[in-house]
Nanobody, 123 residues
Framework: QVQLVESGGGLVQPGGSLRLSCAVSGFTLVEYAIGWFRQAPGKEREGVLCISVSGGSTYYVDSAKGRFTISRDNAKNTVYLQMNSLKPEDTAVYYC????????????????WGQGTQVTVSS
């Protein structure tokens, strides 16, 4: 059974950092790209960035560039999202999802999703 479990969310002050983890079980990540999406209250779920099979990153929101980085550890079947210089507008539920081989900004291209982890940026 495929399962994705996000962790690492929480409440952080503006300018702070968080590292989200996405632990995958049920299959190996070697041939899968992993995307991080987020959904703020009252808004559509949007792609944030994705890491390809080769480890390259693709950003889907300009505001994440220079602040967020994504990495993967295939041996641990885990993907990480390091978020620095957090802003209140980053507040959302963050989801990880898998897609075969190539990154995509389209939610429909992703096969498996985690349940999400809440990130709240507030003073």
């Amino acid at each position: 059974q495929v399962q994705l479990v996000e962790s690492g969310g929480g409440l952080v002050q503006p300018g702070g950092s968080l590292r989200l983890s996405c632990a995958v079980s049920g299959f190996t990540l070697v041939e899968y790209a992993i995307g991080w999406f987020r959904q703020a209250p009252g808004k559509e779920r949007e792609g944030v960035l994705c890491i390809s099979v080769s480890g390259g990153s693709t950003y889907y929101v300009d505001s994440a560039k220079g602040r967020f980085t994504i990495s993967r550890d295939n041996a641990k079947n885990t993907v990480y999202l390091q978020m620095n210089s957090l802003k209140p507008e980053d507040t959302a539920v963050y989801y990880c999802a898998t897609t075969y081989y190539f990154c995509s900004a389209q939610r429909g291209d992703y096969d498996y999703w985690g349940q999400g982890t809440q990130v709240t940026v507030s003073s």
